[in-house]
């Protein structure tokens, strides 16, 4: 009783995972998220092919297995809020409704990518989409966050930035003088921490001696709260009260997300750091995109309507990937653009 007093009195809301009892999504909005996650699910599986082809070159991390957290959030920002992750970015982009072939593209290193084939797969951009970026620098992207949350707060917009990063960035120094500054000045910062367990080869337990992330916000009362990231419901309902929260001029919050990736740190990296059967079984009983279907089946949605949904995301994929290999490869000229900007 003494701790959660302590808790409520220095800003920290305590929770546990938020799982299936929280209000849910409307049978439409969960046929949408279920739509945008199989997007991601069914690029990023194309992408390693692609990979595996020589077609991606450089680093390529997955989401897979992630989708609920990005999407989830997604659903409850409104149009102008800003977006800013790490290196596995792929499904952050496609959840911010930048284009598959734009960023298929430019994982190809082609001119029809969004930053014209000279970004990769770890640095992409959209002005348009409100979308800041993937971030080669671990915690690089946490106080640039920041800053888009700052120039909200100076302009005087109700504008949230949303900043993602992993449990391996969560130690870093950078993310925690951000969490300071942006306590003291009630900046409107959403933090994500993406928790999937692994910060490349490591087990987050053996990384941190901190058994709740969302404590780490703590010293400075910001409020934080662990979410289960496998349930896009879950996601969703967290994410309303974090923005709703930022909007209000309360300052920042901070989110834990209990997520899992199936494949490696990268595609280079084999995972023999945990054993086949761990990965299986989050598969098998806590995917979240299986999870949304069945909760979808329970409204009586028909395989019928799976099938052209499924259907109608790899048609999406098949053309993002053709028109990525039809793509040209940049000129050289393009070496020495988007260098220096006059102001």
């Given amino acids: 009783m003494a701790q959660a007093a302590e808790l409520k009195k220095r800003g920290k809301t305590k929770t546990t995972p938020r799982g299936s009892n929280q209000i849910g999504l409307t049978r439409d909005e969960l046929l949408q998220g279920y739509r945008d996650m199989l997007l991601i699910r069914r690029f990023e599986e194309k992408a390693g ?7 991606i070159g450089g680093f390529c991390h997955l989401y897979i297995g992630q989708e609920a957290v990005v999407v989830g959030i997604q659903m409850a920002l409104s149009e102008g809020d800003q977006v800013i992750t790490s290196y596995r970015d792929h499904g952050h982009m496609l959840a ?5 072939r734009g960023v298929m593209a430019e994982l190809t290193g082609r001119a029809g990518g969004y930053s014209r084939g000279k970004g990769g797969s770890m640095h992409m951009f959209s002005k348009e989409r409100n979308f800041f970026g993937g971030h080669g620098i671990v915690g690089a992207q946490v106080s640039l966050g920041t800053g888009l949350a700052f120039s909200n707060h100076y302009r005087g917009s109700d504008r949230v930035a949303v900043t993602y990063f992993g449990d391996g960035a969560a130690s870093q120094g950078q993310v925690f003088e951000s969490f300071n500054l942006a306590a003291l000045m009630k900046l409107p910062c959403i933090y994500v921490i993406e928790n999937n367990k692994y910060g490349m080869g490591t087990s987050v337990d053996r990384a941190t001696a901190s058994r709740d992330l969302s404590h780490n916000a703590l010293p400075w009362g910001m409020p934080g709260v662990q979410v289960d990231g496998m ?4 996601m969703k309902a967290a994410a309303e009260i974090a923005v709703a929260h930022c909007r209000s001029g309360a300052g920042p919050y901070l989110m834990e997300v209990q997520t899992y990736r199936y494949r490696g740190h990268s595609m280079s990296d084999p995972g023999r750091y945990r054993s086949r059967e761990e990965v299986q079984n989050m598969r098998a009983t806590r995917d979240c995109i299986e999870h949304a279907r069945h909760k979808l089946e329970v409204l009586r949605v028909e395989e019928a309507q799976f099938r052209e949904i499924d259907d109608g995301v790899k048609k999406i994929v098949q053309e993002a990937a053709d028109f990525a290999q039809a793509s040209p490869e940049p000129e050289l000229s393009e070496l020495w653009t988007d260098i220096l900007k006059d102001a």
């Fill in 49 to 55: 092919q692609l990979y595996g082809m020589g077609l």
């Fill in 96 to 100: 911010c409704g930048m284009q598959a």
């Fill in 231 to 234: 349930d896009i419901e879950a």
